[in-house]
């Protein structure tokens, strides 16, 4: 990190700073777009009654933006925000501190860094290890409707978390299906895309990765990365479902449910009367990754899980030339 000299580091956060401020309201729309619950038709609750559709209908990214804006403002596109950049700047210490940062490691969720494939295999999942508890935190963070506030963080622990994962934090990687879907995910992007990148695609760090390209290899890139699209939306979804389903010590509490168990303050809401999102219903969670991809498909359909698929095509373009 020395080796960066003080206005090195200090312009290195400045950037990760604006790079945050500009990304969190397209991230968050994303994970609400892609965890919003909206079943076909009717459904039969516990007694065997029929109950009416749960969830606005929101067909596309971009009505999702404009219902976050217009029900909870500019605070509603920012929500996640302290997770978001206390992971974000501890992981980039973490970076800068171990790793020699004038040979940086590009390291994204499309582009993991290149140190073999075994090497890269097990560095992507360390990282996992290590970001999936702030990953759940900002989920959790985005899609509840209660108003966290940006400095109470044990307010915001006894709202996002049940008294089970409080008292047994390591519950959170036992999360039905949660590490399946992040470990196949990862497993996808360095077995397949990140070799097929490297084969296909120059670097374009020099100049000399310009005279390297080849129109038919960029071709046959763009259907690959169209394949790996097909297989890591639905990973996403089901992994965005999943971050958000809370563990609870007993089965017949909602583990989606966004309730604070054994608090008596009131909690402030940003839309009283509408939700921007709905969530299954009580009593109901997702009980794996196969049992996850199977309700999606049968009660809100095939296209759910292709919930914004191009921007998952857009992340993998944007890392194709590292």
């Not at 996403?236 to 479902?241: G, L, N, S």
């Not at 009283?272 to 997702?286: A, F, S």
Request: glycine share 8%; net charge neutral.
């Amino acid at each position: 990190m020395a080796s960066l000299g003080f206005f090195g580091i200090v312009f290195l956060f400045v950037t990760l700073a604006i790079s945050l401020a500009i990304v969190i309201p397209f991230s968050g729309v994303l994970v609400r777009f892609r965890a919003n619950f909206n079943p076909k038709g009717l459904r039969l609750d516990e007694e065997g009654s029929t109950s009416p559709p749960t969830g606005p209908v929101v067909k596309s990214y971009f009505a999702m933006f404009q219902r976050v804006y217009r029900i909870e403002g500019w605070p509603g596109l920012y929500k996640g925000l302290m997770p978001t950049a206390l992971s974000t700047f501890t992981v980039t210490v973490f970076v800068l501190a171990v790793f020699d940062p004038e040979k940086p490691r590009r390291h994204s969720k499309y582009a993991a860094p290149d140190t073999g494939i075994l090497g890269t295999l097990v560095y992507s999942i360390l990282m996992l290890l290590v970001s999936l508890p702030a990953t759940i935190l900002t989920y959790r963070a985005i899609t509840t409707p209660v108003k966290l506030g940006y400095f109470n963080g044990l307010r915001a622990l006894r709202i996002l978390l049940t008294p089970t994962e409080r008292r047994r934090p390591w519950i959170l990687y036992l999360t039905p299906g949660l590490m399946a879907a992040e470990i196949l995910h990862i497993t996808a992007i360095v077995l397949a895309l990140g070799p097929l990148r490297r084969l296909l695609l120059p670097s374009l760090r020099d100049t000399s990765g310009f005279k390297e390209l080849s129109v038919v290899k960029v071709a046959i890139y763009t259907i690959v990365a169209i394949a790996c699209t097909a297989i890591l939306t639905p990973l996403e979804v089901i992994t965005t479902r999943l971050v958000i389903q809370r563990n609870h010590a007993s089965a017949e509490y909602n583990s989606v449910q966004q309730e604070v168990e054994g608090d008596s303050e009131t909690q402030e809401e940003y839309g009283n009367e509408e939700e921007v999102i709905g969530l299954r219903e009580e009593g109901d969670p997702y009980l794996g990754l196969v049992d996850c991809a199977k309700r999606i498909i049968d009660e809100e359909g095939l296209s759910t899980l292709y919930r914004a698929w191009w921007l998952t095509l857009f992340g993998i373009w944007a890392n194709a030339f590292v």
